[in-house]
């Protein structure tokens, strides 16, 4: 499964946005997906995951902040994004993912990323 993000923009601090995340070929999403920023030119941190049953887990980097959710009817997985910090800005990916030994991996394909910028 190959997923897409999208949504993203140009912010100033402390506004919101929402990201969405679709799969490339209408398949449906049925795993845990992950929402992954680029941190450098060959790494990207994860942020926050949303299992299928709607489990939503957060890095401490923006706990309180970004919340993963998923729309189970459109086959789409959301990152909300609140009080937006230049830190932020990245261009930002989703994938399944799935925790094996203590530790969160990605399985798919690193499909298409969304630019988003906060200005300060």
């Known amino acids: 499964v190959q997923l897409q993000a999208s949504g993203g923009g140009l912010v100033q601090a402390g506004g919101s946005l929402k990201l969405s995340c679709a799969s490339s070929?209408?398949?449906?999403?049925?795993?845990?997906v992950g929402w992954y920023r680029q941190i450098s030119d060959n790494q990207r941190a994860l942020v926050a995951t949303i299992s299928s049953g709607g489990f939503a887990t957060a890095d401490v980097s923006v706990k309180g902040r970004f919340t993963a959710s998923r729309d189970n009817a459109k086959n789409t997985v959301h990152l909300q994004m609140t009080d937006l910090k230049p830190e932020d800005t990245a261009v930002y990916f989703c994938n399944t993912v799935r925790y094996f030994g203590n530790s969160w991996y990605y399985l798919g394909r690193w499909g298409q990323g969304t630019q988003v910028t906060v200005s300060s």
């Open positions: 070929g209408n398949t449906v999403i049925n795993a845990t």
